[in-house]
């Protein structure tokens, strides 16, 4: 063979891969979205007349403690805790967590709240740092209030203090600045009640964007699409990730992952494992697969639910700075996850997990980044060494474009046919643009914030760094 | 190049190309769906204001005595009467069902009949969705309408479970806790049995005797429920009956059971 056609070979086994690999994470996106419209459809049909009031009568609604950790949330804390105070359920309390803020937090919850300390005796089943005091309200409005102030360590170590304050069997783990539905527990709590061969460990929903939309009294008045063209990609992204991505992954049984801005969990199997690990920024992902593995570990059937409602709202990130840094983290923690949990990877004991979910994250949440970067420097070596097949790459950068845009259109429109939350032309015609500008504005952006957080794995960099919101328009 | 790397590469070109336009085949497809849509949305929310106005006009005019009942019927049979209009009205009467009583309640229902509003919740009892047959019985048992007792009690036998606990809750709805309604063989879950509790609590009943036939069924959700009920109720006189209960129940059943137990007991002790 000659020198030219070694290159030549080279080349077209480049092409050949790059392709596979393109079409590969098309397939599994089209597979996963029909999971999830078949999934959805199911929902909708089961619950279109539910009326989730009828919950209030039952003595027996499982007891809930929602877990708030705060961290320098002075300016809005007061509005977010009232608004947590003010969900419809019978059976719940509220644990704010004062994360060791500097700023006038505590100063704000004790005046607003009337805050007392309390009589109740911290017993730390989860080692955590230490707890400076438990308040309590002496306004019996406000009696399902309690206030722990601790030294700071982190939104783990937070969450966990949480969980050994809670005496309830069941608790959620929201990040204080979400907006919550009002029906929110009402909702999580449905699938506890009905009919289940196995156990229920965690419930996740989705999480939504709430830039330029107007909240009033900590409630979500008008859904819009944001302004922000950042913030409008991402109301893209969490549309394809939680409709068309985590509805087929709880339909199978096989999801790894609940938000960590919303989340219910077991508390007796959360215990059981340890609580969260302060040791990772991918907390929320890792408590999961951790508290997964105990259940398979033990032989004990049980389940991780999903909930499709738009539940918890969330502010998102408008400025570049802020956005890779919110990405890096999420890629050093989905790292940790999978190497803390390398046993479970293609191990046929942990079935779905080891078996699709794990490898799955791994090649296309993990590695994907990675390879495309890797791709991109070879395009840039051929294109340098002049022998770059330019009719093959421009055709295969618009098949890839195209589908992108696609995927986006399909989201929309699962939006459109199921929870309808978006109302004008307007709000469509963003929305589309954004989806047209994703692959240019956006997605070199995720890419390059997913090697940043490889690189600072590498370095031994830790952390969550600073995440600074504007706040909801009012 | 030789001419097979040629032939492939034309292929892969082919292909290609081929995917593009079929990905922007469906691109324009989903784009125009979802604009088709949201036209129809915004269209049905305009027709539904306008027909909520129409229908707090005429219910509200009712509930207050400033029309009779017959001029209220007259001014709804004038509406132009679709299916949407029809839905619209039915969810607002089931809403202000929801909170008025007595009388005004009692005019609701009147309504609801006289307007034959009933026959389109009917035809949903005949479909062959069970979502459809699962707002029909909603609607029907929720507005009181006893006729439809005979309907609902078939529907019991469904195949569908979803049918046949709708069905259970429906029937309790129009009768209360009464011997008449057969004991269903299903498990009714906890979520059922708060729609029960709900609707028993709504429609303020008072009698409750085909209470024994709960406690002694062999469906253990059932004892569960009668417990539930009873506890719920504060039916005093059948608290000490519950607390010296010690059934055969499976364990999570059992569970349930000593939990109120426990809650009883701790009101006797008082």
């Given at each position: 063979m000659t020198s030219i056609s070694w290159i030549e070979t080279g080349v077209s086994i480049f092409n050949y891969l790059i392709l596979l690999f393109a079409v590969s994470v098309m397939v599994s996106y089209l597979v996963l979205a029909f999971i999830s419209a078949s999934a959805l459809k199911s929902y909708l049909k089961?619950?279109?007349?539910?009326?989730?009031?009828?919950?209030?009568?039952?003595?027996?609604?499982?007891?809930?403690?929602?877990?708030?950790?705060?961290?320098?949330?002075?300016?809005?804390?007061?509005?977010?805790?009232?608004?947590?105070?003010?969900?419809?359920?019978?059976?719940?309390?509220?644990?704010?967590?004062?994360?060791?803020?500097?700023?006038?937090?505590?100063?704000?919850?004790?005046?607003?709240?009337?805050?007392?300390?309390?009589?109740?005796?911290?017993?730390?089943?989860?080692?955590?740092?230490?707890?400076?005091?438990?308040?309590?309200?002496?306004?019996?409005?406000?009696?399902?209030?309690?206030?722990?102030?601790?030294?700071?360590?982190?939104?783990?170590?937070?969450?966990?203090?949480?969980?050994?304050?809670?005496?309830?069997?069941?608790?959620?783990?929201?990040?204080?600045?979400?907006?919550?539905?009002?029906?929110?527990?009402?909702?999580?709590?449905?699938?506890?009640?009905?009919?289940?061969?196995?156990?229920?460990?965690?419930?996740?929903?989705?999480?939504?964007?709430?830039?330029?939309?107007?909240?009033?009294?900590?409630?979500?008045?008008?859904?819009?699409?944001?302004?922000?063209?950042?913030?409008?990609?991402?109301?893209?992204?969490?549309?394809?990730?939680?409709?068309?991505?985590?509805?087929?992954?709880?339909?199978?049984?096989?999801?790894?992952?609940?938000?960590?801005?919303?989340?219910?969990?077991?508390?007796?199997?959360?215990?059981?494992?340890?609580?969260?690990?302060?040791?990772?920024?991918?907390?929320?992902?890792?408590?999961?697969?951790?508290?997964?593995?105990?259940?398979?570990?033990?032989?004990?059937?049980?389940?991780?639910?999903?909930?499709?409602?738009?539940?918890?709202?969330?502010?998102?990130?408008?400025?570049?700075?802020?956005?890779?840094?919110?990405?890096?983290?999420?890629?050093?923690?989905?790292?940790?996850?999978?190497?803390?949990?390398?046993?479970?990877?293609?191990?046929?004991?942990?079935?779905?997990?080891?078996?699709?979910?794990?490898?799955?994250?791994?090649?296309?949440?993990?590695?994907?980044?990675?390879?495309?970067?890797?791709?991109?420097?070879?395009?840039?070596?051929f294109v340098t060494l002049g022998i770059l097949n330019w009719k093959f790459f421009l055709l295969l950068l618009l098949f890839v474009y195209i589908f992108s845009v696609l995927f986006s259109m399909m989201a929309l429109y699962a939006e459109e046919t199921t929870f309808k939350r978006y109302n004008t032309f307007k709000d469509l015609r963003k929305l589309v643009i954004a989806a047209f500008l994703e692959p240019f504005v956006f997605h070199p952006v995720v890419v390059y914030a997913a090697l940043k957080g490889n690189w600072q794995k590498l370095k031994g960099q830790g952390g969550w760094g600073e995440m600074t919101r504007k706040g909801f328009v009012k | 190049m030789n001419s097979e790397a040629v032939y492939t590469e034309h292929h892969i070109v082919l292909f290609l190309v081929g995917a593009i336009c079929l990905f922007f085949g469906f691109f324009l497809f989903f784009l125009a769906g979802t604009f088709i849509k949201r036209r129809n949305k915004l269209r049905i929310q305009r027709k539904s204001e306008a027909y909520q106005k129409s229908a707090d006009d005429i219910l509200f005019n009712l509930l207050f005595e400033s029309i009779t009942m017959e001029e209220a019927l007259l001014r709804y049979k004038k509406l132009d009467r679709t299916p949407l209009l029809k839905r619209t009205i039915t969810r607002s009467i089931i809403s202000l069902h929801r909170n008025y009583v007595g009388e005004q309640r009692a005019l609701l229902e009147q309504f609801f009949e006289l307007s034959n509003l009933t026959s389109f919740s009917y035809k949903k009892l005949k479909s062959g969705q069970w979502a459809e047959i699962v707002e029909g019985i909603r609607v029907l048992s929720v507005l009181n309408i006893q006729e439809s007792f005979e309907t609902i009690r078939v529907l019991l036998d469904h195949s569908n479970s979803y049918v046949k606990k709708e069905a259970f809750i429906g029937l309790i709805a129009l009768r209360g806790i009464s011997e008449e309604i057969p004991l269903p063989e299903i498990v009714i879950d906890d979520w059922t049995q708060s729609c029960i509790l709900y609707q028993l609590k709504i429609k303020s009943f008072q009698s409750f005797e085909g209470l024994h036939l709960f406690l002694q069924s062999k469906n253990d959700s059932l004892v569960v429920l009668g417990a539930r009920i009873i506890e719920s109720f504060q039916l005093h006189e059948n608290y000490q009956y519950i607390v010296n209960m010690n059934p055969q129940l499976s364990a999570k059943h059992w569970e349930s059971l000593r939990i109120i137990q426990q809650r009883i007991t701790k009101i006797l002790e008082v």
């Open positions: 089961e619950n279109r007349f539910v009326n989730y009031k009828a919950l209030l009568t039952l003595n027996d609604a499982p007891s809930v403690s929602l877990i708030a950790p705060a961290y320098n949330e002075g300016r809005t804390i007061r509005e977010n805790v009232h608004s947590l105070l003010s969900i419809n359920y019978n059976n719940y309390n509220v644990i704010v967590v004062n994360d060791g803020s500097k700023d006038n937090s505590m100063e704000v919850l004790t005046k607003e709240f009337s805050l007392v300390p309390s009589d109740k005796n911290y017993q730390a089943a989860i080692p955590t740092k230490n707890v400076r005091g438990i308040y309590v309200s002496s306004n019996p409005s406000f009696a399902k209030l309690i206030v722990v102030d601790k030294e700071n360590g982190g939104k783990a170590d937070a969450l966990n203090v949480g969980i050994n304050i809670s005496e309830n069997p069941y608790i959620v783990c929201i990040d204080v600045d979400c907006i919550m539905d009002k029906d929110v527990l009402l909702k999580l709590s449905k699938p506890f009640l009905e009919k289940s061969e196995k156990r229920i460990i965690a419930t996740g929903g989705v999480v939504r964007i709430a830039n330029s939309c107007v909240v009033k009294a900590g409630k979500l008045i008008s859904v819009k699409a944001p302004d922000n063209m950042l913030a409008r990609i991402q109301v893209l992204e969490y549309l394809r990730a939680f409709i068309l991505g985590r509805m087929a992954w709880a339909k199978m049984d096989g999801l790894l992952l609940i938000s960590g801005a919303f989340g219910m969990f077991d508390r007796e199997i959360a215990l059981a494992c340890g609580g969260y690990n302060t040791k990772t920024v991918g907390e929320d992902m890792e408590l999961v697969v951790r508290m997964r593995r105990y259940m398979i570990e033990r032989n004990e059937a049980h389940t991780v639910q999903f909930i499709p409602d738009p539940l918890c709202w969330t502010e998102a990130p408008e400025d570049y700075k802020i956005l890779i840094k919110q990405r890096s983290r999420w890629t050093r923690g989905t790292y940790e996850t999978l190497y803390l949990h390398r046993k479970i990877c293609l191990n046929p004991k942990y079935k779905i997990l080891g078996l699709l979910s794990y490898p799955y994250w791994a090649i296309y949440e993990f590695w994907a980044p990675l390879i495309e970067f890797t791709g991109l420097l070879i395009t840039i070596l | -």
